[in-house]
Structure formats: C-alpha cells, structure tokens
C-alpha cells in the first residue's frame, strides 16, 4: 500500500513536532520525511516545514494547518 500523505519535516523542529501530534489525530495515513537527509529536500523545504504533501497529486498543505485544514485537504 502507498502511503497517501507525506509530512516534510526535520527534527528538533517544534512546528514538526506540533504538525506529527495533530496528524496522529486523524485517520490520515502519513509518514513523515526527513528533509535534512536530502539535500534537494532540504533546500525546497527548508524554510517552509512542516510541508503535508498528498504524494499522488503533489498539492502542498503548508503550516500552519488545523485538524480541519487537514482534515479538508485530505478528503
């Protein structure tokens, strides 16, 4: 199965930390990706993280969202 839902993110990253605990409140499926392993990643997310990315279509959530943005987005 594909994980539908990717959150960019990196740690030591508080908006990161605080985007995972509300996306472990949804029944989305997501896995999150660790930017600072990529170096492209790094320099298309870095100053814009936490990134939720629908992995089919590539449309971009970008922080700050609610349990209801994502929860909208995700639909």
């Known amino acids: ?3 539908k ?3 960019y993110s990196t740690l ?5 930390e605080n985007a995972e605990l509300l996306l472990k ?3 989305v499926e997501w896995r999150a990706i660790e930017i600072a392993d990529n170096d492209d990643l790094l320099n298309l997310y870095g100053l814009k993280i936490p990134v939720l990315q629908n992995y089919l279509s ?3 959530l970008s922080w700050p ?3 209801t943005d994502v929860e909208r987005f995700c639909k």
């Open 1 to 3: 199965m594909i994980t």
């Open 5 to 7: 839902f990717i959150l």
């Open 12 to 16: 030591n990253c508080h908006l990161c």
């Open 25 to 27: 409140q949804t029944n």
């Open 58 to 60: 590539k449309a971009e």
């Open 65 to 67: 969202f609610t349990q």
